[in-house]
Each structure stands twice: as C-alpha cells, then as structure tokens.
C-alpha cells in the first residue's frame, strides 16, 4: 500500500483511510465482528488511517479492532463543537474511548464559510490548547463548501492550520456550495501551502456508476490529494478498493459477488425534510412522512431504480446508496 507525508505535518499515511462511518448507529450500524474484520484485514493489508467521529459512534469498534495491531495506527477524529466546552468535552471523549493519549489528527468539523469560522474561534482554540499540550498530533478542519476551503487559506483564526478533509468525487456529490472546479482550484492552492488534503465521499455514496476504478482514478489522479477515505461496507469491496490501490486488476469473481449484492436508498438521520429529493424523483418513489420535527424523506423502494436523480440534489447529503 502507497504511503505518502501529510502535508506539513510529517504524519506518514496510506494513501487509503478507511471510513468508519457506516458502522454506526447512525448509518448502517455494522455488527461489531463484522466492522472489526473490515478494519483488521485492512491493517493487514497496509493500511495504516483510520476515520472517526464522536457522531460516527465507533469509538469502540476502533478500539475493539486495534487490540492485537502492534504497528502504529494514525487515527483522525473530529468534532462540529462551536465553543470552547464543547470541543474540549468531545476531544477528552474521543481521548477516553479509544484510550489513547494522543489522537493523530483532529478536525473542526462542518466549517461553512469565513462567518462560521470567526463564530467558532473559541472552538479551535480548544484544539489548539490541546495539541500544544501534546494530546494533538495535526490539527484542521473539514468543510463541504468551496467558502469553507476559500476560508482556510484567509481566516486569521485559524493560521495554523494543517489538514483540509472535503467531499471530492467525479460528480460533485457532497459539495453543497460551489463548483467542482472551484473546489479543485481551491484545493490546489491548499496543497501549494503545504496543507494536507484528505477526499471523502469518493464513490460519491453509491451514486456514480461504472466501475469503482473510475471513481478512484479521478481522485488519486489529482497532485493536490494526499489520501482518500472510503466508506467499505462488506470485505469484497475492500478487496476491490485494495487491488485498484495496488494498481492491480480486480478478479473477476470478486466484481461478480459485488455486482450482486442486494443494494438500496438509505434516508440518513440528518434528512431536514426540505422535499428536494421529492421534487426530482422521475418515478415517484420518495415522499415526505412523519409529523413535526420527526419528518423525513420516505423511500418506496418497490418503486426506486436507484436512477441516482436524488442524491446530488440533496441539500445536506443525507441520501446514500449501499
């Protein structure tokens, strides 16, 4: 497995992290043997970056995982605190779940623009205080906005940052202010300040389509991407994520048994129930259900063809596909 130097910060990664988000309660909720098989064979496979959040709540299964491993792990959490309290409760949580003394990069999450920046000052500076106090290896932020990347490079209140973690994939899935090409150009002028630069939602949550080589060529062929996180639910498609990564041909019988697992359209917890998706739909499979603040998109998946209309179109990403 390719490793590569994280920007600035000297932390050594494989160019693969895996995500950790779809073992969750929030999303998938993976049973624990299954999620810790997925990691474990990754570890045994090189890679060495692992991805976190409080929200993710995998604490555990990180943990679970990682008893037996005796190489270094480099481990990248993350909080949405906007105070002081907050992100310093959500650091010692983090701390404390993976027992661990130090956590290799940590990240302000969710930054939008330069506004939302100054408004969480306090916030950093509890990341801040804590790498000073060693308890931080790298510190920076993630954003789904072009503002937010612009942001990064202008904000005063975050000078010192060294990591940037941002939805990156062929069809703009997960960027929800901004242009693909305003992003790259972004990101480019990111790098050239030595700022290390993590892609997410690679395979766009499920909705690009064609060969999963395609989706990951596009992102490992851009100079200013250091590492990608995937989100792998099942070991085959680790397998095929490594072959491609190892710049090898992906077996045919591993292409089968992927292209033959039963897939669907997921309505995550963060739905807002703003009816976009509705609106697009071309076969009418999804609707708006529930009362109050419990509404949220409904999906008929008798109806569904998984046509991919849906997803780009949603305001906070909340539609996958697995």
């Known amino acids: 497995m390719k490793t590569v130097k994280l920007g600035k910060t000297g932390i050594v990664v494989s160019e693969l992290c895996i995500g950790t988000s779809l073992f969750g309660r929030q999303r998938l909720h993976l049973p624990e043997d299954r999620a810790s098989a997925i990691i474990g064979s990754a570890l045994d496979a090189g890679v060495n970056f692992i991805d976190t959040a409080k929200h993710h709540q995998t604490y555990t299964v990180i943990q679970h995982a990682l008893k037996k491993v005796q190489k270094d792990i480099v481990i990248m959490s993350r909080s949405s605190g906007e105070d002081y309290e907050q992100m310093e409760k959500d650091l010692y949580d983090g701390l404390r779940a993976l027992k ?9 999450h969710g930054v939008t623009n330069e506004d939302d920046i100054a408004s969480r000052a306090w916030a950093w500076r509890a990341i801040r205080d804590f790498k000073e106090a060693g308890a931080i290896k790298a510190a920076g932020v993630s954003t789904w906005t072009v503002p ?3 942001a990064t490079l202008m904000s ?10 941002v ?4 069809i703009g899935f997960g960027l929800h202010e901004g242009s693909l090409d305003e992003a790259s150009d972004a990101l480019a002028k990111l790098d050239d300040n030595g700022i290390g630069i993590i892609a997410t939602s690679v395979l766009g949550a499920g909705f690009i389509t064609g060969p999963m080589e395609e989706a990951i060529d596009f992102v490992r062929n851009k100079p ?5 996180r995937l989100n792998l639910r099942s070991l085959e498609h680790l397998q095929a994520a490594l072959h491609i990564l190892n710049d090898e041909s992906i077996p045919d019988e ?4 992927i292209d033959a697992e039963a897939r669907r359209l997921w309505v995550f917890a963060w739905c807002t129930a703003c009816g976009e998706c509705v609106g697009v739909c071309p076969e009418k499979a999804l609707s708006i259900g529930g009362w109050w603040s419990g509404k949220t998109a409904k999906v008929d998946d008798a109806k569904c063809t998984l046509c991919g209309e849906c997803g780009p179109i949603c305001p906070v990403s909340c539609l996958h596909v697995f």
């Open 148 to 150: 937010g990347l612009e």
């Open 100 to 108: 661990r003394d130090a956590v290799d990069i940590f990240l302000m």
């Open 167 to 170: 939805p990156f994939n062929r």
């Open 156 to 165: 005063t209140d975050i000078a010192d940052i060294e990591v940037v973690f």
């Open 254 to 257: 591993l292409r089968q048994a």
């Open 224 to 228: 200013y991407i250091d590492a990608m």
